[in-house]
């Protein structure tokens, strides 16, 4: 799996969009980026993730540079409640029937929501 | 609602005192895994389970055992649990898709 490499923390204020960067030079042909985060010692939760397009679903909108080498998470309207550590993972998906798939998790960035 | 459940939640246990944490899910899903989560060390794979019966090691397998009878259950057993154990447990399924759904985790407490 490529690195990645993400800020330790932002900062946000409410209502604002929140744009957290990650850098992954090292990623290739055959592997997406995924966003996952975790609010304070809960489960990990899925956001988004992409290949090369620019994605967008209810949470978030994901932009991907056209050199794939980094990539930004978009919260439009920030709340509170995405107070969170945001992490940033570059891997192969999952294939049907294969092999073991694990997530490799970062530091991530924590992201602070401030009213 | 489409959820991975565990149970404890919270757990303080005495070293070698055998324990189990379950992990049961109603998505389905095929694939099964088992994290810890440590200060520092981020998310590491304990065990995965690709289907029924069928289990095998991840990372940090040392001092845990499980199993996969049925579909939507896979356990994590801890036959003598050691301090150096005392962590944050998730339990993870996925089908086909990305996304990996997580439990909200069992915060575990060896002495």
């Known amino acids: 799996d490529a690195k990645t490499t993400q800020p330790t923390s932002m900062d946000c204020a409410e209502g604002r969009a929140a744009n957290l960067p990650c850098n992954h030079s090292?990623?290739?042909?055959?592997?997406?980026v995924y966003w996952y985060r975790q609010i304070h010692s809960q489960g990990p939760q899925y956001i988004i993730h992409?290949?090369?397009n620019n994605e967008t679903n209810e949470m978030a909108s994901l932009i991907i540079t056209e050199d794939r080498k980094s990539s930004t998470l978009i919260l439009p309207h920030a709340t509170l409640r995405d107070t969170a550590v945001y992490y940033c993972i570059v891997t192969r998906p999952p294939i049907s029937g294969g092999s073991n798939y694990k997530l490799t998790f970062g530091k991530g960035t924590l992201l602070t929501v401030n009213p | 609602e489409a959820q991975v459940t565990q149970n404890p939640r919270y757990l303080i246990t005495v070293t070698g005192k055998k324990l189990t944490v379950t992990c049961s899910q109603n998505?389905?899903?095929?694939?099964m895994s088992w994290y810890r989560q440590d200060p520092g060390l981020g998310l590491r794979q304990i065990y995965y389970?690709?289907?029924?019966?069928?289990?095998d090691k991840g990372d940090v397998p040392e001092g845990y055992k499980v199993s996969r009878k049925e579909k939507r259950n896979f356990p994590l057993i801890l036959e003598s649990p050691s301090p150096n154990q005392t962590s944050l447990y998730f339990c993870a399924s996925r089908e086909e898709g990305n996304e990996q759904f997580f439990g909200p985790g069992t915060r575990l407490t060896v002495l």
């Open positions: 389970s690709m289907n029924v019966e069928v289990t």
């Open positions: 090292t990623i290739s042909g055959n592997e997406y």
């Open positions: 998505m389905n899903h095929e694939y």
């Open positions: 992409g290949l090369k």
